[in-house]
């Protein structure tokens, strides 16, 4: 509007803004008219006792952006709704002080009756967890009397009226109970009031502070982290307007002037640096000089004066809370300079904010929207020194809803500072939990969440030291079982190699199920391992103060892992003779694998003396069952001569199966017995040896 009247220019008129966050200067061009006609622009002046001279005529839309406090999304908003009719009265009454005066309402009379009557007071429209605090710590409220008297006192504080606190008080006007909810709650959150809503001692300091609670807490907590006078600069200056100025026509001069103040990755260290050059100007400079030296910094003199006020105030009501240890004023030097962290630490200020902020921090989603507890969204204000770079993790003083949800006065943060400072108000999910062997101890995996918005999605941790049962089946059976352990205790390595011994046997016999289950070895070491032993540093502390008895009782024998007889050792020899050379053989059970079946072990020297006759016999173990594949290798013709084939193979196993000097090879041999036993007539080469299952033809 205000640019739409200029490009008018009409003549003798001047257009003039007023609005709160302009100047004083620009401010006092409205009280102080010149000879020309003037069209001021105002957003909203119903509410006040303001008078602007020589106004004659009101032009009044109907609407004003109000400041509500909404308790379903916890943050204030800012939108424009039509005024009430006590409003627009005023509005009217703006014009006609000196002459009479005409007001045009550019909405229908319907619409004004239709209207309520008055603006809701503000108790209706703020947060009321100050409001709850502030009576907690007077004792007002209900004390169940069936007179309705009020009890005052530190006894009405703790006792039992606390639930029906506010509820019950006689209010003019009764706040929503939806935002009383919203007070205790965030009452809770702050850590002000315990489960049975009493004032906790850190209540009790906060109610002292007169600012808001997240301003109270936040200097507790800096107290707490030793950077109570930074904190102090920072709440005041978030208990006042803002006092930098940015006139509409010197824009681009007041943002380089701001700038020697501003910080890339924390707003809130630009207010200690704002703080540190305006308290050294107040002590250098004449009043007539620091006037100065704010408008060259295009700062408001009177705002940055109630900055100071405020922050004596606060200064003084610390002292009597915590003393005058480390609240005067720090020498130039430790004053926080552009590109350093401020003097107590960059991490443990940032901390204290969080600690009154602990929902009003957000994780950069890839749309570049942030989000934060509780499901919110929202996006970094234009304006912040953050918005050219964002972070990944954000803290925000504000978040104003103003159609769209901005965060005002940001801080880079990490999701760890937050994890420490509030440790009531985070869930965890553990899962994940697995047998580390380099650790000794089952890890397993933590999700952290605040309201929903996860600060670590997956934080490593000692699972055992929080679900120790489930630990234990883990550490038994991915641990001691398998063998993935790194111990001292000999029983270990003796039961892995008796159960080697035990599988050998069972390789040899091509028999699964012979080797008792991993379960049984679990269950067995549970029987004997205390419960409480969960890691392989608990079970060499246990196991080095037992005596050789039990130390020999933790080992396993080849009778207890096999379910039924060991094969014959004959049947399956550790050892075949070459000549005067004994080669050794290996034996394995695993369908696929390249040395599935028997393996001889061939130095390179005698591989030329190897006897392909004497290895196609294979162990006499094999020889049953090689006898059987060779029969059904043969055509149909034949074939049907040999049913069925187990049986023949079972007696030619019995009749050559320990043949180690048998000359011929093992089809010819195979063909002639065959011959013999039923008069058909069968060579070696009827038979179809590459179709053989790979463990029936020996490895080397």
């Given at each position: 509007a205000h640019q739409a009247l200029e490009h008018r220019k009409y003549r003798h008129t001047e257009v003039l803004p007023l609005y709160a966050r302009l100047s004083a200067r620009d401010q006092d061009r409205v009280f102080n008219p010149g000879p020309q006609r003037r069209i001021v622009l105002a957003t909203n002046v119903a509410e006040?006792?303001?008078?602007?001279?020589?106004?004659?005529?009101?032009?009044?839309?109907?609407?004003?952006?109000?400041?509500?406090?909404?308790?379903?999304?916890?943050?204030?908003?800012?939108?424009?709704?039509?005024?009430?009719?006590?409003?627009?009265?005023?509005?009217?009454?703006?014009?006609?002080?000196?002459?009479?005066?005409?007001?045009?309402?550019?909405?229908?009379?319907?619409?004004?009756?239709?209207?309520?009557?008055?603006?809701?007071?503000?108790?209706?429209?703020?947060?009321?967890?100050?409001?709850i605090l502030r009576m907690l710590s007077l004792g007002?409220?209900?004390?169940?009397?069936?007179?309705?008297?009020?009890?005052?006192?530190?006894?009405?504080?703790?006792?039992?009226?606390?639930?029906?606190?506010?509820?019950?008080?006689?209010?003019?006007?009764?706040?929503?109970?939806?935002?009383?909810?919203?007070?205790w709650q965030q009452l809770s959150e702050l850590g002000a009031v315990d489960d049975r809503r009493r004032l906790t001692p850190t209540g009790r300091t906060m109610a002292k502070l007169p600012v808001d609670v997240k301003l109270a807490r936040m200097l507790v907590a800096a107290q707490a982290h030793g950077c109570l006078h930074e904190m102090l600069a920072i709440a005041s200056f978030l208990g006042i307007q803002d006092p930098r100025e940015r006139p509409a026509d010197q824009r681009a001069a007041a943002d380089a002037a701001h700038a020697q103040f501003r910080d890339a990755k924390s707003e809130f260290v630009g207010i200690l640096r704002l703080w540190d050059a305006y308290r050294i100007a107040h002590e250098d400079m004449t009043q007539s000089q620091l006037r100065k030296w704010c408008d060259r910094n295009f700062l408001g003199f009177l705002r940055m004066r109630e900055w100071r006020e405020l922050h004596r105030q606060l200064k003084l009501q610390c002292e009597d809370s915590w003393g005058r240890v480390g609240l005067g004023l720090p020498p130039r030097e430790a004053a926080s300079v552009a590109g350093q962290d401020p003097p107590c630490g960059h991490v443990e200020l940032h901390r204290a904010l969080i600690a009154g902020l602990p929902t009003q921090l957000g994780h950069r989603t890839e749309r570049g929207q942030y989000e934060g507890p509780r499901g919110r969204k929202f996006q970094l204000f234009p304006g912040s020194p953050l918005a050219s770079k964002p972070p990944p993790w954000v803290l925000s003083a504000t978040l104003l809803d103003t159609e769209k949800v901005w965060s005002l006065t940001n801080a880079a943060i990490e999701p760890e500072w937050a994890m420490a400072e509030l440790p009531h108000?985070?869930?965890?999910?553990?899962?994940?939990?697995?047998?580390?062997?380099?650790?000794?101890?089952?890890?397993?995996?933590?999700?952290?969440?605040?309201?929903?918005?996860?600060?670590?999605?997956?934080?490593?941790?000692?699972?055992?030291?929080?679900?120790?049962?489930?630990?234990?089946?883990?550490?038994?059976?991915?641990?001691?079982?398998?063998?993935?352990?790194?111990?001292?205790?000999?029983?270990?390595?003796?039961?892995?190699?008796?159960?080697?011994?035990?599988?050998?046997?069972?390789?040899?016999?091509?028999?699964?199920?012979?080797?008792?289950?991993?379960?049984?070895?679990a269950q067995w070491y549970r029987d004997r391992i205390p419960a409480e032993i969960t890691s392989a540093q608990a079970l060499d502390a246990w196991y080095a103060k037992l005596p050789a008895n039990a130390k020999q009782a933790l080992e396993w024998t080849r009778d207890d892992l096999l379910v039924a007889d060991g094969a014959d050792a004959d049947l399956f020899p550790a050892f075949i003779a070459l000549g005067q050379a004994r080669l050794a053989v290996r034996y394995r059970f695993e369908p696929g694998a390249v040395d599935d079946g028997m393996t001889v072990v061939v130095p390179l020297h005698l591989l030329n003396a190897l006897d392909p006759s004497r290895l196609s016999w294979l162990a006499p173990g094999f020889v049953a069952d090689k006898a059987a594949a060779m029969i059904r290798t043969l055509p149909k013709a034949l074939r049907r001569n040999f049913v069925p084939a187990p049986d023949f193979a079972r007696a030619f196993a019995e009749a050559h199966g320990r043949a180690d000097a048998e000359a011929d090879a093992f089809a010819g041999t195979l063909a002639r017995f065959l011959k013999r036993m039923t008069g058909a007539e069968v060579t070696g080469g009827d038979f179809e040896e590459a179709a053989l299952e790979p463990h029936l033809r020996a490895n080397l």
């Open positions: 006040t006792s303001l008078t602007v001279p020589r106004i004659h005529y009101v032009v009044d839309p109907g609407l004003a952006r109000v400041k509500r406090y909404s308790p379903r999304l916890k943050l204030d908003r800012l939108h424009v709704e039509p005024v009430s009719q006590a409003s627009a009265d005023q509005r009217k009454g703006r014009c006609g002080r000196i002459a009479p005066g005409t007001c045009y309402r550019i909405y229908s009379e319907a619409d004004f009756e239709s209207r309520a009557s008055y603006t809701d007071p503000e108790i209706r429209r703020a947060a009321l967890a100050g409001v007002l409220g209900s004390d169940g009397d069936r007179g309705g008297k009020r009890r005052r006192g530190r006894e009405g504080a703790e006792g039992r009226g606390n639930a029906s606190l506010v509820e019950d008080f006689p209010f003019i006007d009764p706040p929503d109970p939806r935002a009383i909810a919203d007070g108000l985070l869930a965890r999910r553990h899962f994940d939990p697995r047998w580390s062997r380099s650790q000794g101890r089952v890890i397993g995996s933590e999700q952290v969440s605040l309201f929903g918005l996860v600060l670590a999605p997956k934080k490593p941790i000692h699972y055992g030291g929080l679900y120790p049962e489930e630990s234990r089946d883990i550490f038994v059976r991915d641990g001691l079982v398998t063998g993935e352990i790194n111990t001292r205790s000999a029983f270990v390595a003796r039961n892995r190699k008796t159960l080697a011994q035990a599988e050998e046997e069972e390789a040899k016999q091509r028999r699964a199920g012979l080797v008792v289950d991993e379960e049984w070895m």
